[in-house]
């Protein structure tokens, strides 16, 4: 070899080993740097108490975000963040394909019977009751207090609601303390407050809208019942089924609405209004669409494993309203606008109304929401934090450090697919698991 | 001096290639203003900002950000110094003359820059991981370690890039101040010392014209901390600067084969 390398000998001959050793070397020095601890994808047994969820898309109570980490410590989230610094031997879900989120609330249901519990296996894990025995809500009071493990959702209840003898309400076969006169409003508000009524619900509904006569209060005493509810610090909700009714309570300075009126679309102009007195709706378009005879109870059993469906769900959901009423169109419109004034938008169900179940319908909701306009964060928020921030309820709603661990796993990508959050992965409740809720793995898409 | 054109094979190529870059290596290595505040820099900055401020915190987010975009500060320097100052020196004292008289290919000595930069990288980042490993705590699959350092290593030929079109335009005296003022005006406004979202708006926008950026939010993509753009947008727009900059390195050699 004669060219200007020089001899056999150069170290030219060494130079590829040189650089193939210098690779190898950086090769395995990134082979030992520290990685995480392994974490267990869903579907084997849910830790308990203290553990993470990690890498997982988090939907907060308002929106998304992307590859966080959640710490529960003892029941509550002790933080929620990107790439928390977590103690070793921290029991991990591995969340990656999944979404994350705080259990759902259900701004509007008739509670009875084991109906919490099949709330909670479909992820509804505190229910908002427009209406039940006050001894019942008092009896399920103690378990929102407490960390436990437990297989129902947490009761939040309005309790007696406030109608007129003979009006909507008494017709259930349960007795129902009924008032005539604004006079009478102090004295009954406040034995609602001492049966433990978490808020006053008051009934304004003549039947019109369905063509009977019921009798309903008038408007002296249902302006009385709302001033008597601020004046012990409780809030007011109203069932309305016409716009013009509804109107008139905005005026009375009503707080919330727990049914969106089925009569007419409401104007640009008036929602605005809605929008400005600060006021929330709950439009329960699942019974909207129900009573309307387009019920979403086909669509969830259909999209849902039959062994997860009780036989009391499946019942209420396959059942329809005696005739039809009415379209949805008009509550949906009226939904559309009210959204796009700034009006705060809660999900609620109204079951176990004909045509929904409790806990499974909340998804129906969920997609009814998104049909009325709201993106799939809205209608999430509508189901979380908005539904907390309303009804005051400071500790659920929302993933945030000092919640309670009241948590929903779903597997795929909520933002692009709002319907998955029926691909339950799990459930947990305080931070327990809910026993055997999924035993089938749910796999993201 | 015969020349054995029948030995040219891809053998020879890359041996002559490797000896250029071992030669080139050594040469960097032994001017102490060059090797000691490349190596050094990063290395310093990441201990100050990553371990020591942040140590005992609650989130591993700023050391694992700051992993990424002081990796791809470590690269900077030995990128942009190598062809900046370097090639403009060889240059202006004849010393690229005497080289284009020897039968080594222009490649070899391209690959010999480049190379080299590469390895004054490599070192960097290496030590800057150890440091994060180690000292600041920073955990990593194992594919995002390896994915880590092959899109702040991928940066040097962009960066090398950038450094030819300079050095082929600027006087031997002007490059080392252009070097220096590129260096550090593109680190900051990039976001390689602090995160991008911390500068005004108008600033983040401006952001997308300069390769650092995109090779640091390409680098935070493989640890999920970039700022959500689509890779291909950073790939097109880093991959766009790059041939600008080799057009403009190559009018540069153009007017100086013609003086």
Known sequence: ?445 | MAVNTARRGLLWHVRIALLETRFQFLSSLRLPAFAVPTLLFPLFFYLFFAVVFQAGGPSLTAPTYMLATYGVFGIFAPSIFGFGVGLAQERDSGALLLKRTTPMPTFAYLFARVGTAAIFGAVVVLLLFLLAGYAAGVELHRWQWFALAGAILAGVLPLSALGLAIGAWAKQQAAVAVVNLVFIAMSVLSGLWFPISMLPGFLQDFANVLPAYHLGQLALKTIDLDLGRPLWFHLVLVGGQTALCLAVAAAGFRRFSGR
Not at chain 1, 20 to 35: E, K, N, R, S, W
């Open chain 1, 1 to 445: 070899m004669n060219d200007v390398t020089g001899a056999e000998r150069s170290p030219w001959r060494r130079d590829p080993w040189i650089a193939l050793g210098a690779a190898t070397v950086f090769a395995c020095i990134l082979m030992v740097l520290p990685a995480p601890e392994p974490a267990d994808p869903p579907g084997g047994p849910l830790p308990e108490t203290n553990f993470a969820v990690v890498d997982v898309t988090v939907f907060d109570g308002e929106e998304f975000r992307p590859h966080r980490d959640v710490w529960v410590e003892d029941g509550r989230i002790r933080a929620a963040g990107q790439r928390l610094a977590l103690p070793d031997g921290l029991p991990r879900v591995d969340g990656r394909g999944y979404t994350l989120l705080p259990g759902l609330i259900d701004a509007h249901t008739h509670t009875y019977g084991m109906v919490l519990n099949d709330s909670l296996r479909f992820g509804v894990t505190t229910v908002f009751d427009q209406f039940t025995m006050p001894s019942l809500a008092a009896q399920k009071r103690p378990a929102r207090e407490r960390l436990a493990r437990t297989g129902e959702s947490d009761l939040f209840s309005a309790g007696n609601l406030a109608t007129a003898p003979g009006g909507h309400g008494t017709q259930f076969g349960v007795p129902v303390e009924t008032l005539t006169s604004p006079g009478e409003a102090p004295a009954f508000v406040a034995a609602r407050k001492e049966e433990g009524a978490d808020w006053i619900k008051i009934v304004w509904e003549d039947g019109g809208t369905f063509g009977a006569d019921i009798p309903t209060l008038d408007r002296e005493t249902i302006a009385a019942v709302i001033e008597a509810a601020h004046a012990e610090e409780l809030l007011a909700v109203i069932h309305a089924s016409r716009l013009e009714h509804s109107l008139a309570a905005l005026e009375m300075g009503i707080d919330g609405f727990v049914h969106v009126w089925g009569d007419e679309v409401i104007s640009e102009e008036d929602a605005v209004r809605f929008a400005e007195a600060g006021v929330f709706v709950i439009p329960t378009l699942s019974v909207r669409v129900a009573a309307a005879g387009e019920s979403m109870g086909p669509e969830l059993l259909e999209t849902t494993e039959p062994e997860y469906v009780s036989p009391m769900q499946r019942q209420t959901l396959t059942q329809t309203f005696p005739r039809p009423v009415g379209t949805s169109e008009a509550a949906v419109e009226s939904v559309r606008r009210l959204h796009a004034a700034g009006v705060r938008i809660l999900a609620g169900t109204d079951a176990p109304n004909p045509g929904t179940g409790f806990g499974i319908s909340m998804h129906g909701e969920l997609r009814l929401l998104e049909r009325a306009g709201l993106s799939a964060a809205e209608a999430l928020a509508a189901a979380t934090g908005v539904a907390a921030d309303a009804f005051g309820v400071e500790d659920r709603g929302r993933l945030a450090r000092g919640r309670i661990a009241d948590l929903l796993l779903v597997a795929g990508d909520l933002e692009s697919d709002l319907s998955r959050t029926t691909a339950i992965a799990g459930v947990w409740k305080d931070g327990f698991p809910v026993e055997a809720a999924w035993a089938t793995p749910q796999e993201p898409q």
